[in-house]
């Protein structure tokens, strides 16, 4: 009996095994498409004299989608309590809140990134044109 159950066992982690691609690197796929569709969104970005109200006009979509997100969430936490398999349902919340918070982060992040980019070369232009005045 006990040979029975360790031959299930063994055979179910095999299938187990084999099902697919393992969690971790769904995740860095997932974090790899999102960080790429971030890097398309700044690439639209206007010149200097617009960027200003480009990005806070994203930083206000990225802030209403955060609190959507919690909302949402929230809304689905107190639905999960209702039905019999409360931890797999919230557990399933989680991911999604977790997985629209990531991606939010990488547009929030290059956001970041190109308005740092941005005024470190507007002060490099700014030192250069110091320079040429000056000389």
């Given amino acids: 009996m006990k040979l029975q ?8 982690s095999g299938l ?10 769904l995740v860095a796929s997932q974090k790899a498409v999102d960080a790429e569709a971030a890097r398309t969104l700044v690439a639209g970005a206007p010149p200097d004299d617009g960027l200003g109200p480009w990005l806070e006009g994203h930083r206000t979509r990225i802030s209403a989608a955060r609190e959507a997100v919690a909302t949402k969430f929230a809304d689905a936490e ?3 309590w209702q039905r019999f398999t409360v931890n797999d349902c919230i557990r399933g919340a989680t991911d999604e809140r977790r997985s629209t918070l990531d991606k939010l982060r990488q547009e929030e992040l290059a956001l970041n990134d190109l308005e740092r980019r941005r005024r470190a070369e507007n002060r490099l232009r700014n030192l250069e044109q110091k320079q040429r005045d000056g000389s």
């Fill in 16 to 25: 187990l095994g084999a099902c697919g691609t393992p969690h971790h690197e």
């Fill in 78 to 80: 107190k639905l999960c």
């Fill in 5 to 12: 159950y360790l031959s299930a066992l063994v055979l179910m």
